[in-house]
């Protein structure tokens, strides 16, 4: 019931009258009604509440939506690569020829490489002490001059 429904049907019970004789006597005393305001519902809709009917919105063939996120910008940067100065790219170059010669050297020279190394393990030390000193000698040759 909405609240002028409610005011029409006081204002005409009110308002009735019996007509018996010529003189006029109100049927029944008029009922005192208060008139309470009832909830009226707002027209303005607020910023993103929509009432709906579960029923009549959600049947079991759709599903319902699920928000999307917006990105924000806040992950991690993530930046180009720079290119190498020419420093680095020298040193990087180089380190990449021993490699490459590396990897191409012969059976052959890694047994030289291998005899020699082996060569100086069974140096006794009595040839060790005396290459010493000689290399000592020379040195000494090479600050006097």
């Not at 699920?66 to 924000?72: A, I, N």
């Not at 180009?80 to 100065?85: F, G, I, L, V």
């Not at 680095?88 to 030289?112: C, G, H, I, T, Y």
């Amino acid at each position: 019931v909405t609240t002028a429904k409610l005011i029409t049907e006081v204002v005409t019970a009110a308002a009735t009258q019996v007509v018996a004789a010529s003189t006029p006597i109100p049927a029944a005393k008029p009922k005192t009604l208060t008139i309470t305001a009832a909830p009226v519902v707002s027209t303005r809709r607020r910023k993103g509440v929509v009432i709906r009917d579960p029923e009549e919105e959600l049947h079991t063939d759709t599903l319902a939506e699920t928000p999307t996120l917006k990105d924000k910008g806040k992950g991690i940067l993530i930046e180009a690569p720079k290119p190498m100065k020419k420093k680095d790219q020298v040193e990087m170059d180089a380190e990449f020829d021993a490699n490459m010669k590396f990897l191409f050297k012969s059976r052959e020279e890694m047994e030289k490489e291998d005899e020699e190394i082996i060569k100086n393990i069974n140096e006794t030390s009595t040839q060790k002490a005396a290459k010493r000193r000689k290399l000592g000698e020379e040195a000494q040759e090479a600050d006097d001059l």
